[in-house]
């Protein structure tokens, strides 16, 4: 009740205030413009949004606590400004080490019990908080919701972040619990990656135990990540391996999750590969051998093989490099590389890739003062965070204040990709990569094709089942969250090989989307070839013929396929756009990741 | 121009030598070396100082090497922000006491071994027994706030100096010089009178700090300031903008420095056509010392990519030469043509007429291609000019003609960046020595005057109009003459007697770096405003210095903007590109700028708001994202003779793998603009087509280069591979078919009163050289007739807002402000005329009244572009203003957001936070 009672008086000393800034709080406010119009007239309800964000991200701990109770407040934001305002409010914690002045427990409600239940979001948003600012009363409640077998994933995934946020004895002792061999594989992952942040030897015996454990269907993705991002992660998790025995698939499946991200920790990284039953990391050929093998991509390479080389998911090229606009953004777009770039350095860029980094590839890494070591290329930096792209594409933002000591790095392409392949692949792959950007089938592609493909990953039965009406396809379609599709990728000739999208050589119903922007009105000739039956739909106007007209718009269109993949061999689908001479239409077809 | 008033040699004799001041002791053989800032640097180009030297000691066999460099302070022999370098430059003391090891001798190849030195400043000849130090301007501009830290940081450095033996046996002779007085020049282009006193107060304060350093430090200290501000102002100037000396300076200066070192000793009698025979070799010596000291491309000599080995023979990278011993080697060979004509100095200064020897020069290190051809000897095919075109796919119904071609003109090789003047030539800046020029060949890039006389459509005239510049990455006309890179410095070439070769050339501006040749100032382009920009890439540490302030610093990727009118240089974007090439303003004075590199365009708006050295702004929003990279060049394509659907497309020049130009439509968007990519113009099959520059020509066509060559990495190749081509270059134009060429304007020459009316005309390229003419023309015509122009236009007109806006930016290029006029502009009812007239209340915000009260109504704009451009201007307040103007930009936030709007705010408010925080 005291508690209570002082945050009350605090909010309307603030309020009778005004200003935070003006306040005599010990460091001067930076953002007394903003408080003004937050707290004036002037700013309208729905444009709030903005200015709380840009208060959290510059503002002191007088001007948070304005912010911090209105989000305490039932009303005080809308739900959606209420959790963003968290996040900002978060960040401010993360990044720049503030949190609003005065007392918080407030918050506390939020987290656990009947409020919070009916209310997931929100609970999440306030876990993190919390745990940011190290409120140990919440302690209990994460105890509890990390323990509970009726937790779901993602909130004992919360629950955990926040017991290692917190980082007291209490959390570390619920951990360790929670990586007990009787607990469900995905709990200890996720515990064992909580503990790498806090006692990195228990955590990598435990990781390394529940790598023993796993099969080939478990995803120890993050769990490894979490031992790659602390210094010295990769080596005492490799030394704890070494004690266990992983079956080949599982360590296969991790083996090329590390190199996915471009490490090549060597102990980690031998110790994988004697389990995997392959070859230890060979150190980078000497100039003769380049020499030699680029002799044989020249003679014996296939391209066309090289490119099914180039789209298998276990190399993972497509994940960072994109072709004809289509695939990932982290490396070099690959469409013209042959071009301008001899066999030699093409096979050097796989097999050597630090030998010469383009700049703008050019990585740093940040070891950080709490263990954890980040690797990317830096996006841009100011006074308080450095954003850069990690290996997965992502943003990551680092406080600049949690900064120990930054290097230059090596490249994000991984070393060693090339243990995954024989040397007759290692040919096809070069002499497919080289000859990107030449004259004949791989040169740049003129043609408007759609090479990046949306693919609904668990379509409902009313798409599947029978060709579905036009509210199906609002529903389902373009009705759809992004997460709820995957990327897919055309042949540099525009084909989508279907096999790969089937799983298997079983029929199977896709549901495909590609997305072209329009900057001028017309007519557009839409061209499917398919080897299967396909229904089309032109946003929502509903197509048969393999060949029709439309109309396009200004703006952003989606064209929908239908697919009955067959069980035969080699499916294939290609849908190119074409202008007639006599329209004025101008588009362009979306690529990216 | 080399004529020198005789009496400038007595002109001082008269003057008493102050009490008890000693004369400099020198001794036979002596190495004297120069450094310190501009006015330190621009001394080794006109050596009057050293020719004085060396007459007073002409047997003494002296040896100056000047190591000046723009933008440098006291302090930079330990800070590298006040000395900034690109990588493994050499400090300081490296370079004073000749001694630097390979910055990297472990990643050097087998076959560099044995060819390299272990030192590799040995033949520098600096190993300085005296050292001349010319700082304090720069420091100066910190005012009365930073005289403390500046006594402080002169006595450490002459506390350093003195605790070296960069001779290696003594401690070194040190003279201090103080900074040259600012100069008034009576132009309303330059600081005014009130500003250059002021300076003037504050250089006074930094002598006074130097001088009472060196007398307690026992030091010799040379007043240049006291002697320059009584001399300044009785006769022709003394510089060109106020701090950087012209011949008439550095002649005095020189006498001025000669005095103050041998205050004592007797000033004979120079023969002035001897003095200048001595000078005329010593301007020879340092143009070798020069190339030297300066090299271009050092990132590829000795900073990172020096270390890059290339496999000889087919391949790529290998275990064969470095960068390093090749090019470390061309710098032994510029060390010995440096030191050979040390003797020819000599020489000179003992009356004898001397040509240098330079039978001794070390053997250049043969390069083996990685790339050879298919011909014999590894020669490449190329295809002449005309049979190029059958490999091109032109868009439809358009037509590709070759206009000029190295089989036409034989100089017309590498054309890196053309423009069309007022006449109609075609200008072509041609880089034959690229990637950069090689040491005993000829010096010869160039620009090339193209001409169709007879109008059949190609070039039959070319006439060279400067055959000895260097690196021309980039040239723009202006007032009469044109503006030329050569790295470091930027040229001012003009034609004074109408022979079409230039015979006025003047380095005016220093310290643009050059690490990596074509990520060196490039692009240029003109604003409607009369500003330039010239774009750097990555790698690069730039130091520019300025008669308003601080200089101008920044690293690792920037746009300039320069004002040729009062010599204003600013960082205009601070930004980490990789390297930006391309840079465009369409009919409304919208900027986009490309990083070449990845083909990535930025709205410049977005990233060009003020930011203090050395914070870079983050990345914005792209306008959109290409699907083929890198970008050589843009333009906008704006062109009666292409039907009207074409107007205003964006040209994006791609030279691998995609080797055309690609065509984008902009549209607006929210508060900015995007693009959708449309039928590219033309692409080649050619492998060494490669276009390297677009613009539309005054017959309506889309004129192009070829820079033509089978390499163009500049990476994946040694610097001097042969396969590197040095032998062609040409120019394409593009034309519609159907449609007839348009009669080119008439504009060269032309009354003011037409010239004005060009203004009015729809194609961007006509009203921009209508500009240029203006350019140079007397602002007291063009203004007043500007004015009756604005009054008489039809208010009815479809395109009067941007006819008024047209005469808003001709005031702002004749840096004549108009607050009534910017008024108007800023209240048009259209909404892009009223956001290009917030970018010019932007520059007049400190002559106009209230103009944070203007911004505030920019910022509470309905248009989202005005608002971004209002809270672009707001982040160019300082001092107490820049509370305010954070007051005034969160009003923004009352209006709809978009990602652009809410990119820039943040932008702003870090700059204005940052001020307040100081």
Known sequence: MRRFLRATMLVVALMECGVASVCGDETESAVGPLMKLFQGGRLPAERQGTVVEMICSRGNANDLKVVFDKIVQPDGFTPELRLKAMQWMTDAAVTRKVKPAGELVALEKLVAGDAAAANPALQQASIKLASTWKDAAILPALQSLATDSKTKSELRRVAIEGLVAIGSTESKSTLLKLVGKELPLPVRMQAAAGLSGMDLAAAAQAGAQVLADATAKDNPDEMIAAFLDRKGGADILAAELAKQKLTADVAKRSLRYIYSVGRSDAALSDVLSKAAGIAADAPPPTPEEVTRIAADVISKGDAARGEKIFRRKDLNCMKCHSVSRAGGQVGPELSAVGGSSPVDYVLNSILNPNLAVKEQYVTRIFALDNGKVLTGVVIDRDDVRINIRDANGAVVKIPVADIDEELEGKSLMPQGLTKFLTRDELLDLAKFISELGKPGPYAVQQSKTIQRWRVLRQPPPQLTDEVPHLEHIRQFVLGSQPTDWDSAYGRVSGILPLEELRGSDKPAVLILQGEVNVSAAGKATVLVTSTEPVQTWFDTDAFDSKKFDVELTPGRHLITLRVEVSGRDAPELRVELKTPNDSSANYEVIGGP | ?918
């Open chain 2, 1 to 918: 121009m080399k004529i020198r008033p005789l009496l400038i040699a007595f002109l001082l004799a008269a003057a008493s030598a102050s009490a008890g001041a000693q004369d400099l002791e020198l001794k036979k053989g002596d190495h004297i070396c120069i450094i310190g800032n501009t006015l330190a640097e621009r001394m080794q180009h006109d050596g009057s100082l050293e020719a004085r030297l060396y007459s007073r000691f002409a047997d003494y066999d002296l040896v100056f090497r000047n190591l000046g460099y723009s933008g440098d302070e006291i302090d930079g022999y330990k800070n590298g922000n006040h000395r900034m370098r690109s990588m493994s430059f050499g400090s300081q003391d490296e370079w004073l006491s000749g001694n630097a090891p390979c910055p990297q001798p472990n990643k050097l190849s087998p076959r560099d071994q044995g060819k390299v030195r272990e030192n590799r400043f040995e033949l520098t000849n600096t190993k300085a027994d005296v050292v001349f130090a010319f700082y304090g301007y720069n420091e100066s501009t910190a005012g009365n706030d930073g005289l403390p830290a500046f006594r402080k940081n002169v006595e450490e450095f002459v506390q350093h100096v003195l605790s070296q033996k960069y001779n290696g046996k003594s401690a070194p002779r040190l003279v201090l010089f103080s900074p040259t007085a600012h100069e008034f020049l009576d132009t309303p282009n330059l600081p005014s009178k009130a500003e250059v006193d002021a300076s003037n107060a504050r250089i006074k304060a930094y002598t006074e700090v130097l001088a009472e350093v060196a007398k307690a430090k026992q030091v010799q200290f040379v007043d240049l300031f006291t002697p320059t501000l009584e001399a300044f102002g009785k006769g022709a100037p003394n510089t060109i903008n106020g701090i950087h000396l012209n011949p008439n300076g550095e002649s005095l200066v020189a006498s001025i420095a000669e005095r103050g070192l041998f205050p004592t000793g007797l000033v004979t009698k120079r023969d002035a056509a001897a003095l200048e025979r001595i000078r005329s070799a010593v301007q020879d010596k340092n143009f070798y010392w020069y190339m030297r000291y300066r090299v271009t491309d050092g990132f590829s000599t000795y900073g990172d990519r020096a270390f890059l080995k290339f496999s000889e023979g087919p391949g790529g990278y290998g275990d064969g030469l470095s960068n390093y011993s090749v090019a470390q080697r061309e710098l032994d060979v510029l060390d010995t043509l440096t030191a050979n004509r040390d003797k020819v100095v000599w020489d000179a200064a003992q009356g004898k007429t001397a040509k240098a020897d330079d039978s001794n020069l070390p053997e250049f290190i043969p390069v083996i291609t990685n790339k050879p051809g298919p011909l014999e000897g590894g020669k490449h095919l190329f295809l002449s000019g005309e049979e190029s075109i059958s490999k091109m796919t032109v868009h439809k119904n358009m037509k590709v003609e070759l206009f000029a071609d190295e089989k036409m003109f034989p100089e017309l090789v590498k054309p890196v960046q053309m423009a069309f003047d007022t006449k109609g030539r075609l200008w072509v800046a041609c880089w034959r020595t690229y990637p950069h020029w090689k040491p005993t060949q000829k010096m010869d890039d160039r620009l090339l005057i193209l001409e169709d006389t007879n109008g059949d459509g190609k070039a039959d005239k070319c006439t060279t109009f400067a055959g000895d510049i260097h690196n021309p990455t980039g040239f723009e006309f202006w007032n009469g003459g044109v503006l030329v890179a050569q790295g470091p410095d930027l040229l001012f070439l003009k034609d004074t007697n109408g022979d079409d070769k230039y015979d006025v050339k003047e380095r005016i501006v220093h310290g643009f770096d050059t690490a990596d040749t074509h990520h060196t100032i490039n692009s240029f382009v003109l604003d409607p405003g009369g500003s330039i920009y010239m774009q750097e890439g990555t790698f690069h540490h730039s130091q520019i210095e300025s008669p308003y302030g601080a200089p101008r610093r920044v690293a690792n990727g920037a746009v300039f903007r320069y004002e040729p009118r009062t010599q204003k240089a600013d960082v205009y974007v601070s930004f980490g590109f990789a390297n930006p090439h391309g840079h465009i303003f369409d009919g409304w004075g919208r900027d986009v700028v490309w990083d070449g590199t990845g083909s990535q365009p930025y709205h410049a708006v977005l990233f060009s708001g003020d930011i203090d050295y050395p914070h870079k702004h983050a990345s914005p929003p792209q306008v959109y994202k290409q699907r083929t990279r890198p970008c050589s060049g843009t333009e906008v394509l704006s062109s009666s003779h292409f039907p009207e659907e074409f107007r205003g497309n964006i040209l994006v020049n791609n030279v691998i793998g995609f080797q055309g130009i690609l065509q984008y439509k902009p549209q607006d968007k929210d508060s900015s603009l995007t693009a959708v990519e449309v039928d590219p113009i033309v692409f080649s099959s050619d492998p060494n087509f490669r276009p390297g520059d677009t613009e539309v020509g005054p017959d309506g066509a889309i004129y192009f280069t070829d820079w033509q060559n089978p390499i163009i990495g500049h990476m994946q190749h040694n610097l001097r591979d042969p396969s590197r081509d040095h032998d062609h270059g040409r120019v394409y134009r593009v034309r519609y078919e159907g449609r007839d060429l348009l009669k080119p304007v008439a504009i060269a020459g032309q009354p003011i009163d037409k010239l004005l009316d060009l203004l009015k005309h729809p194609d961007n390229r006509t009203r921009h050289l209508a500009r240029i003419e203006l350019s140079g023309r007397p602002s007291t015509d063009v203004i007043p007739a500007a004015k009756k122009w604005v009054a008489a236009l039809d208010t009815g007109d479809a395109n009067y807002e941007h006819h008024v806006l047209e005469a808003l930016w001709l005031h702002q290029s004749h840096n004549v402000v108009d607050a009534d006029l910017l008024k108007k502009v800023l209240k048009s009812p259209e909404p892009k005329a009223r956001a290009a007239a917030t970018r010019v209340l932007g520059s007049w915000k400190d002559r106009v009244a209230d103009p944070l009260e203007l911004l505030r109504a920019a910022v509470n704009d309905e248009s989202g572009a005005v608002r971004l451009q209002g809270v672009w201007a707001l982040s160019f307040f300082n001092g107490a203003d820049a509370a305010k103007a954070a007051e005034v930009v969160v009003e923004s936030l009352i209006h709809p957001q978009d990602e652009y709007l809410k990119h820039q705010l943040n932008e702003t408010n870090k700059t204005l936070d940052r001020r307040a925080k100081k």
